[in-house]
């Protein structure tokens, strides 16, 4: 199939918006039908969870419409659809207005073509002439109505013209079909339609010689115009109906095939060579194959590598270089996904999407081409997990399944990572939010039959002294024969120059023979695992064995460590020591009306705020340093806050000593830990 019949839409919005249904009307008036909706999980909570795929044949060209989550926490999948899709369409919700999804999607697609889709005017409280001059004062004249809707006395939409074709469709019955244009909006259809050559003349100086010359351009000629100013992201159509009765449906899937740039018009890729050097890809159905991996299914059927062909054409019988892990792939069976269904196909063309079967070392944002043409694709880049979860299994052993599960799902949902952290001894799982985080424990009972249970993750404290002791330690044990006996003097010092322990020795006289100098230090370091006041581990610490005595027989590497131990532990308590607590930095954007709120509540969380940038665009980014303790809820408490508009990075930077109150705090929660335990 020639890239030229072919179109990539992915759908964006809120959450219950009604993009699945609209993608599966679409699919049933192209006699493709298919469930998107299929995973358990997703059967279960009544959302979209991953990136749903399924191919309209609409008059002899390909569309493949991608079906984005709209809930925040699953956010990576709209960006994964993005990677792949030429155009997206903003699905909006009639009786919601200018939702947040809405406003998150459209910042999301940056300088990316798009229309917009106001869905669900057939319901009660529905208005579609709210809901447009919301997105209109939000986005500006961006914002272009092709559609003038027909309404009742109750507000509802019953009928549209479609100013672009110059057409009109109504429902009854609960479905949707062709109708003449009303007699009672016939006028303002003219002056809609004028209005719209107006627009379309304007993108293209021949088009408006001759709407100067003529007063009028033709369909394809609107349709021309159109289709620039959406190319360069100058021009949102806006489009409405109901994917319940149908009404729109059809109209939509007119304006994808006359408005969505093929990828063959698309700007060249900036990607780089293997050597790092800048160079373009073109989209070209004749070119060495290049094909971008935009996300990666993994269920109990398989695993399935969904790939968009930028340049040339992918057969099964290739062996394409991978960039990232520098491995040639054979590739094997090829498929078009259909939703849960999996269709074999021969090939996949230049602008085309599809999936490779049993690509396993294959990963989401990798890149496959000609091993003689070798080039790096833009990736996709995600944003960094802001929500930390501890998990653990229910039952001991499991931990090996636990951490096979975790794998196997973050090759499918790359968004979430994994740390096991060696300090706190927790397996720490980062997303975007809790219901991410929930999806997975419940992915991970029903895939792998591991049940797991979520804590909120420990800190990582440290501890260090502020003052000079020195100690003895000394072990002697006489059990007959051979016994044991070691004996040093140590000297304990802060040491702001490094935070690792530092070992010094100050023996004169032979007091401790030198071949027991590391037996010494390897207790120390040992003992320094473990501090005096929660038993973290301590910090910036000189130690100096500065004397001490041996026994010619009893003298032992094993008996000068544990003195070692002894001076440690003798020392530290009188050595002035302090609990230091992980701070972040913390970059959170808001827009401006939240600012006293946020403020605020940074401030209880001790936070000290460092600057303020706006943004140009009704935003402010507030620069900070916070406890990571004060932390943990941080992602949950901002959308809350802010209605989901705020989004936040942070990122360790130092360790600074903890107030009293919250030393108090955090030592008590390490003694009943140790209790516990």
Request: negative net charge.
């Amino acid at each position: 199939m020639s890239a030229k019949d072919v179109r990539n839409i992915v759908l964006l919005g809120h959450g219950g918006s009604g993009k699945t249904k609209l993608a599966e009307a679409m699919l049933a008036m192209t006699g493709a039908p298919a469930q998107l909706d299929y995973d358990a999980e997703e059967k279960k909570r009544g959302i979209s969870i991953s990136l749903a795929t399924a191919p309209a044949t609409y008059k002899n060209v390909k569309i493949n419409i991608l079906d984005a989550p709209g809930n925040f926490d699953f956010a990576g999948e709209a960006l994964s659809g993005l990677r792949a899709a030429e155009c997206a369409v903003l699905v909006c919700g009639a009786k919601d207005g200018l939702s947040v999804g809405a406003e998150r999607a459209w910042k999301m697609l940056g300088k990316k073509p798009r229309m917009i889709f106001i869905n669900r005017t057939d319901e009660d409280n529905s208005n579609y002439n709210d809901c447009f001059d919301a997105l209109k004062g939000k986005f500006g004249t961006a914002v272009a109505p092709i559609v003038a809707p027909v309404l009742d006395g109750a507000g509802h939409v019953t009928a549209i013209v479609d100013l672009l074709h110059n057409k009109a469709y109504e429902a009854k019955g609960g479905k949707a079909s062709a109708c003449a244009i009303p007699a009672d909006v016939k006028d303002e259809v003219e002056t809609l339609r004028a209005e719209l050559m107006e627009a379309a003349a304007g993108a293209d100086e021949e088009l408006m010689e001759k709407f100067f010359d003529a007063g009028e351009l033709s369909n394809d000629e609107i349709a021309k115009g159109l289709k620039l100013g959406v190319h360069d992201g100058s021009v949102a159509p806006v489009l409405c109906g109901s994917a319940a009765n149908g009404l729109g449906v059809e109209m939509l899937l007119e304006c994808v095939l006359d408005l969505v740039p093929i990828a063959t018009d698309m700007p060249a890729e900036q990607a780089k060579t293997e050597a790092g050097e800048d160079v373009e890809v073109a989209y070209d159905e004749n070119g060495a194959v290049a094909a971008i991996v935009f996300k990666t299914i993994s269920d109990q059927y398989g695993k399935y590598s969904l790939i968009k062909v930028v340049r040339g054409k992918v057969t099964g019988d290739l062996s394409l270089y991978d960039t990232t892990t520098g491995n040639t792939e054979k590739l094997g069976r090829l498929y078009v996904i259909k939703g849960q269904k999996n269709e074999e196909t021969k090939e996949i063309g230049c602008g085309d999407i599809g999936a490779i079967a049993k690509m396993d070392r294959v990963k989401t944002g990798d890149t496959l081409c000609d091993p003689k043409s070798i080039v790096v694709l833009p990736g996709i880049a995600f944003a960094e997990p802001c929500y930390s979860r501890a998990i653990a299994p229910k039952t001991r052993g499991q931990e090996d399944k636990l951490g096979t599960g975790l794998n196997r799902l973050n090759e499918e949902d790359p968004t979430f990572t994994v740390n096991n952290n060696a300090e706190t001894h927790q397996i720490v799982v980062s997303g975007a939010g809790d219901i991410q985080i929930d999806v997975l424990v419940s992915k991970l009972k029903s895939r792998f039959g591991v049940e797991t249970e979520l804590d909120t993750p420990r800190v990582a404290y440290r501890e260090r002294i502020r003052k000079t002791v020195q100690k003895q330690g000394r072990h002697k044990k006489q059990t007959g024969g051979s016994g044991q006996f070691g004996d040093v003097w140590v000297r304990f010092e802060p040491n702001e120059e490094s935070e690792e322990m530092v070992f010094a020795e100050e023996v004169f006289g032979g007091s401790v023979p030198k071949n027991f100098f590391p037996a010494v230090e390897k207790g120390l370091r040992e003992a320094c695992l473990h501090g005096p006041l929660a038993g973290y581990p301590v910090v910036n610490l000189k130690t100096v064995l500065y004397d001490g005595s041996y026994h010619p027989v009893d003298s032992s590497e094993i008996a000068f460590k544990t003195a070692a131990n002894l001076a440690y532990k003798a020392a530290m308590p009188e050595a002035s020591p302090v609990l230091l607590e992980p701070v972040c930095e913390l970059k959170v954007t808001v827009p401006d009306q939240y600012m006293g709120d946020i403020l605020g509540d940074l401030n209880k969380r001790r936070g000290r705020v460092m600057g303020m940038n706006p943004t140009g665009d009704g935003e402010q980014v507030i620069e900070a340093e916070c406890p990571e303790a004060e932390l943990m809820s941080y992602a949950i408490d901002l959308r809350s806050m802010t209605q989901s508009r705020g989004s936040f990075v942070m990122h360790f930077v130092r360790y600074e000593q903890c107030p009293q109150d919250a030393q108090d705090k955090a030592i008590a929660a390490a003694k009943a830990l140790q209790e516990a335990e």
